[in-house]
């Protein structure tokens, strides 16, 4: 019973955000942000502002505009082959120099998880003007270049900085124009809003797709040129640490310009025509959970429980009959 009264709690929702043809303006809508003269784009939460500069990269502040906190992206010229090296025998004394005996406390990941992928990171603390501050600095190797990635905060005050941390990694391309307009790639953006039941809503242009309270803290997403797809992170996390393997699957979200996908896809389910052909809902047809930790394996099959409430609650627009106004 709560399936049906969901989903007509959605179609409300939606209706009285306007959100019915076009992507919604919900509680959390993401921006497309870009940085020119260094070749990458990338997206965070639309509710900061950013800039950026030839030198400097982008910069997107989470309270005020030119303070801490903050998040710096920047992609260097040269291709840094061995991150963790740079940060032990170059970073890490750069910091004990710059901050001496206020430099509190330094540590160092070799895979350090943000954003669904694991980074070479270093993780600093130090006293400045009264206040301890956090500075995570963390390095990936993407299309030929280093990306440094660097949030900066108060120390524990930082969980929207570290969200808009994972944001800009998961998120990162190293095309300028990635995100631009009728680019095929811009369908896989969306905004987010919540349901009374604590259910979330992510509202992309030609569709909708709900994700279940239960879930909550507890998934990540990915997303690529011809998908966005949904993991447990945990198993996720460990799946990529100790064995090298991408797991942790839950659903994603395909396009295809026919239904040709009918013939060959063993498990999906049906979201609807888009303007340019058709969306649906792709699920592993192994089981994707860690299951050498009885705990990820256990919150795997708990949220695995739920996945038929989302093909229940995810819908084309184009399928959606008319709702007299509120």
Not at 45 to 70: A, H, L, Q, R, V
Not at 169 to 182: M, T
Not at 212 to 239: C, D, H, V
């Amino acid at each position: 019973m709560r399936k049906a009264v969901s989903l007509l709690a959605i179609l409300l929702l939606l209706a009285s955000l306007g959100a019915l043809s076009a992507a919604a303006d919900g509680s959390s809508a993401m921006q497309i942000i870009s940085c020119p003269e260094q070749g990458f784009s990338t997206m965070c939460d639309s509710g900061y502002i950013w800039n950026y500069t030839e030198k400097d990269g982008i910069t997107i502040y989470t309270e005020k505009e030119n303070s801490i906190p903050y998040v710096i992206v920047y992609c260097m010229e040269d291709l840094i082959v061995d991150s963790e090296n740079l940060i032990r025998e170059q970073y890490t004394p750069h910091m004990q120099k710059q901050y001496g005996s206020d430099l509190v406390a330094a540590q160092e990941f070799d895979a350090f998880p943000i954003g669904g992928r694991e980074l070479s990171v270093g993780l600093y603390t130090y006293k400045l003007q009264g206040y301890l501050i956090d500075m995570l600095r963390a390095y990936e190797n993407i299309g030929g270049h280093t990306v440094i990635f660097t949030a900066k905060y108060i120390d524990g005050k930082g969980e929207a900085t570290r969200k808009v941390l994972d944001d800009v990694v998961q998120n990162y391309r190293p095309e300028a124009d990635y995100y631009a307009a009728g680019n095929p790639n811009s369908r896989w953006l969306y905004s987010i809003t919540k349901t009374d039941a604590g259910d979330t809503i992510y509202v992309f242009d030609e569709f909708f797709v709900t994700v279940p309270a239960a879930w909550e803290g507890k998934y990540e997403i990915q997303m690529n040129e011809r998908s966005i797809s949904f993991y447990q992170t945990l198993s996720r996390r460990l799946w990529n640490s100790r064995k090298g393997f991408e797991g942790g699957l839950l659903f994603s979200i395909g396009f295809s310009e026919t239904t040709d996908y009918r013939d060959y896809l063993p498990s999906y389910d049906e979201i609807g025509p888009g303007s340019d052909g058709y969306y649906y809902l792709i699920y592993p047809t192994d089981y994707q959970a860690y299951a050498d930790l009885e705990t990820a394996k256990e919150e795997y099959n708990a949220m695995w429980a739920e996945i038929r409430f989302i093909a229940k609650n995810s819908m084309s627009f184009q399928l959606i009959p008319k709702i007299p106004s509120l």
